[in-house]
């Protein structure tokens, strides 16, 4: 099982879309423990498994939006 610091998400509220960034080489049980979380936890949410790139952009625009 994949430990809570192989990935980050962030949560876009009135989207309803979870942006996830993995962070580990373990890529098969990082998918499951993701899948297993969010299935659980958000299953009204859409998720988008996205490049660490991408994900600090999406945040630094959420962050903007707030301002």
């Known amino acids: 099982m994949a ?3 192989s990935w980050q998400f962030y949560k876009e509220v009135e989207n ?6 993995i ?3 373990d890529l098969e049980g990082v998918f499951i423990a993701i899948n297993k979380w ?3 936890r ?4 859409k998720i988008r498994i996205v490049s660490k790139k991408e994900f600090e952009l999406i945040k630094m625009q959420a962050k ?3 301002q």
């Open 3 to 5: 430990s809570a610091t």
């Open 16 to 21: 309803k879309i979870l942006w996830v960034k």
């Open 42 to 45: 958000y299953p009204e949410y």
């Open 64 to 66: 903007e939006k707030e």
């Open 38 to 40: 969010w299935k659980t």
């Open 23 to 25: 962070c580990a080489q």
